[in-house]
């Protein structure tokens, strides 16, 4: 609100000032009005970073701008035009910024600060506005509204781009920087459903690290979690463009391969299995890993993705129980 206080107060002092004008308000009228447009916004954003919570200390400034408004239309002796317009502007920013019972409670600060100054005044009225006051009060109509407008946008706009940044984080493992398990496993239902439709081949692919738990236990999880993060780089790496690599669980990975059947599936598995024999995963202490792949094609016998994944899962293990370090499919029916 830093910067809208200080257009908006700049502003306010002429609106408010052709309003003194015409009551010929005396000099420390002016005084107070110079120290309230030009100096107040300085120590309100002062307040408000100072505050424990910013928020409701930007609150409490914003009262006080309101008190203060309604002090102002007091003095000014309710001058109509710049009043009208004073008050108006106060309760644009008051309603975005808080909602109605925030305006409420602005609005009874005016009130209070209205009436407390206009009884010292002796309820001394000016209702009729001049040319002075007329004039004066045009910066504050105009650039007012469009810097509050402004400033909406702009926290609209810093919101949605949070939100975007909240979306992908929500699909992503904070580890390896793969798909998380739940929006990979929607990645292979969207490439069932459009293998189904359009009658395309496709292959799931499913990566364990062996001996995991080994590793883990002879250099730490810090180093287990950098071999994870060295293995989702190398799948990065070798895969293709529109290939999609998530994280399963654990130290265990899926890729889905659209546009592939058995044979390429065996080549893609074989190429990331010796890919990941010869790197050495985390550097400071020469750590190397191998990994047991299972791959399956998308058969006529898979009624629905869990199914495929299950039959990728299924030559997982066998290459494991058949001495690790090796890729094996598991074929059924014919590919659709």
């Not at 020469?286 to 869990?306: E, F, Q």
């Amino acid at each position: 609100m830093y910067l809208p206080r200080v257009l908006g107060l700049g502003v306010g002092v002429l609106a408010v000032g052709g309003g003194l004008w015409e009551a010929q308000a005396p000099l420390w009228a002016w005084l107070l009005l110079a120290l309230n447009g030009f100096a107040w916004p300085h120590v309100a954003y002062r307040i408000a970073r100072a505050s424990r919570d910013p928020y409701r200390g930007e609150l409490h400034n914003l009262m006080f701008d309101s008190a203060c408004g309604g002090a102002w239309v007091a003095a000014i002796g309710f001058n109509l035009v710049p009043s009208a317009v004073l008050l108006s502007m106060l309760a644009m920013d008051k309603a975005a910024v808080g909602g109605v019972r925030f305006l409420a409670r602005c609005l009874n600060a005016q009130i209070a600060t209205g009436a407390l100054v206009a009884l010292t005044d002796g309820f001394w009225l000016h209702l009729d506005s001049g040319f002075v006051a007329v004039v004066a009060s045009l910066p504050l109509l105009f650039a007012y509204p469009a810097t509050v407008g402004y400033t909406a946008y702009r926290l609209a706009r810093r919101v949605r781009q949070q939100n975007d940044v909240l979306a992908t984080l929500s699909t992503i493992d904070g580890l390896t920087r793969l798909m998380n398990r739940t929006h990979w496993e929607q990645a292979v239902a969207t490439e069932f459903q459009r293998c189904r439709r359009i009658g395309h081949s496709s292959a799931v692919l499913m990566l364990d690290v062996d001996h995991f738990k080994a590793v883990n236990d002879a250099h730490g999880h810090q180093v287990g979690d950098e071999a994870l993060r060295a293995v989702a780089a190398i799948l990065r790496d070798t895969l293709r463009l529109h290939d999609i690599a998530g994280r399963y669980g654990g130290e265990e990975f899926g890729v889905v391969l659209p546009g592939i059947e058995a044979s390429g599936a065996a080549a893609i598995a074989e190429r990331i299995r010796k890919k990941i024999e010869s790197s050495v995963v985390e550097p400071r202490r020469g750590v190397r890993v191998t990994a047991s792949i299972g791959y399956a094609a998308l058969g006529l016998d898979d009624h629905d993705p869990g199914a495929w994944i299950a039959r990728a899962d299924r030559a997982l293990y066998a290459a494991k129980a058949a001495g690790r370090n090796r890729a094996m499919g598991h074929e059924i029916g014919v590919r659709a």
